[in-house]
């Protein structure tokens, strides 16, 4: 697949072919069926916030789920979801508090290893899911 990846600050996106990393427990592989660059891209190209790189642009994604881990629950095959810079883990204190949006595990769940280049290096992606339950 090709992905639009953000090198260094200033350069222009680097359109490439990457390889998916392998499913793990917790992950959930979603088929975009539309995305976007948002002013949070816009700070990454331009170095004013910084995540490491590479990363896969587009954070803010809609699709259809894939396939699932085997610790994955809530979340299934054919479910239409969308993606975040803020995801959370659904089993933390703010987010059994009902306060998903301050989820102390947030930034560990967006910046999972999710795809590699034919150089090898490995890309993260910035976003994580947030599913939209009932809508099917
Ligand atoms: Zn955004
Ligand atoms: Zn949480």
């Keep these: 697949m090709k992905a639009a990846l953000f ?3 200033g350069a222009p996106l680097s359109l490439e072919a990457v390889e ?12 975009i069926t539309a995305t976007s660059l948002c002013h949070t891209d816009v700070a ?3 170095g004013e916030q910084t995540y490491g ?12 789920v894939e396939a699932v881990g085997a610790a994955v629950q ?6 239409r979801v969308i993606s975040s810079t803020a995801p959370s883990c659904g089993h933390c204190e ?11 595990l947030s930034g560990s769940v967006r910046s999972v290893p999710r795809a590699r280049r034919t150089n090898g290096d490995i890309a993260t992606g910035l ?10």
């Design 127 to 136: 976003f994580g899911l947030c599913p939209i339950h009932g809508w099917r």
């Design 44 to 46: 990454i190209r331009s």
């Design 20 to 31: 998916l990393l392998p499913l793990r427990a917790n992950d959930v592989r979603v088929r």
């Design 7 to 9: 090198l260094e600050p």
């Design 74 to 79: 809530g979340i299934q095959v054919d479910d």
């Design 53 to 64: 790189t590479p990363i896969v642009m587009g954070h803010e994604a809609c699709g259809v």
């Design 94 to 104: 703010n987010c059994t508090g009902g306060r998903p949006h301050v989820c102390v």
